[in-house]
C-alpha cells in the first residue's frame, strides 16, 4: 500500500516563529489533507489541498503532486497551534476510495 | 448541523464483551470511516463505506464489523473484545467526488479501554 511520512516527527518552536511541516508520499494521490488534532483530540480539517497553494491566516499549504509531497507553513507560531499535525492522503482502491494517514508532526510552541 | 455524533464517548469493556459503537452524520455525505488511533500514533482505517448497503475492509479490520443501512448512520460493532482493542475510535464522512472524495469531517472520538 501507500506509504505517507511526515517529517519532522517531533518540533518545538518559540512563540512567534515559523515552520515548515513536510508529507512525502509513495504513489500517485487524488487529493489530500492536513489536519491538526488539538490537545482535547479533536481533529480539525485545515486544508484540503490535492495540488497547488492555498492560505488560511497564518496557515498555508502547498501540494506538488508530480513529486508526491506536500508542505504546511506556519508563520508566527501561537501556543494555540500546539497539537499534532496530520497529512492524510486519498487514493482510488478498486474503484473505491481510501484514506491513509502520515504518522504527524508533533508541535509544541512554547512562550 | 450537528455534523458527524459520536456515542458513547467514553466506555470500559471486560474482556470477550461485546459492544457498538454509533455514528451519525447530518450532511448527506455519500462516503463514511471509522478510524483508531493508538496512543502516540496516527489513524489507521478499519471500515468505510461509500454509500448504503456498501461497506469494505480499511488496513486493520480484524475484530470488528459494521453496516450501513442508511446514508446518516455507521455503526461499528466488537463482538469479543480484546485488550489489543483499547483505542480511540473516529469515525469520519465525506462527500464523493466524481474523481475523489471531499474534505473529510470526524466526530469528537471515542474513547475504549479493555480490562
Known amino acids: 500500500g501507500i506509504q505517507v511520512e511526515q517529517s519532522p516527527p517531533d518540533l518545538i518552536l518559540q512563540e512567534g516563529a515559523n515552520s515548515t511541516l513536510r508529507c512525502n508520499f509513495s504513489?500517485?494521490?487524488?487529493?489530500l489533507q492536513w489536519f491538526h488534532q488539538n490537545p482535547w483530540g479533536q481533529l480539525i480539517n485545515l486544508f484540503y489541498?490535492?495540488?497547488g497553494t492555498k492560505q488560511n491566516g497564518r496557515l498555508s499549504a502547498t501540494t506538488v503532486a508530480t513529486e508526491r509531497y506536500s508542505l504546511l507553513y506556519i508563520s508566527s507560531s501561537q501556543t494555540t497551534d500546539s497539537g499534532v499535525y496530520f497529512c492524510a492522503v486519498h487514493m482510488n482502491s478498486g474503484g473505491y476510495q481510501k484514506v491513509t494517514f502520515g504518522t504527524g508532526t508533533k508541535l509544541q510552541v512554547i512562550p | 448541523n450537528a455534523g458527524v455524533t459520536q456515542t458513547p464517548k467514553f466506555r470500559i469493556l471486560k474482556i470477550g464483551q461485546s459492544m457498538t459503537l454509533q455514528c451519525t452524520q447530518d450532511?448527506?455525505?455519500?462516503?463514511m470511516y471509522w478510524y483508531r488511533q493508538d496512543p502516540g500514533m496516527g489513524l489507521k482505517l478499519i471500515y468505510y463505506s461509500v454509500g448504503a448497503g456498501i461497506t469494505d475492509k480499511g488496513e486493520v479490520p480484524n475484530g470488528y464489523n459494521v453496516s450501513r443501512s442508511t446514508t446518516e448512520d455507521f455503526p461499528l460493532r466488537l463482538e469479543l473484545a480484546a485488550p489489543s482493542q483499547t483505542s480511540v475510535y473516529f469515525c469520519?464522512?465525506?462527500?464523493?467526488?466524481?474523481?475523489?472524495?471531499?474534505?473529510?469531517?470526524f466526530g469528537p472520538g471515542t474513547r475504549l479501554t479493555v480490562l
Open positions: 489541498i490535492p495540488s
Open positions: 504513489d500517485s494521490v487524488n487529493n
Open positions: 450532511m448527506n455525505h455519500n462516503y
Open positions: 469520519a464522512s465525506s462527500y464523493r467526488r466524481d474523481r475523489g472524495s471531499d474534505t473529510q469531517y
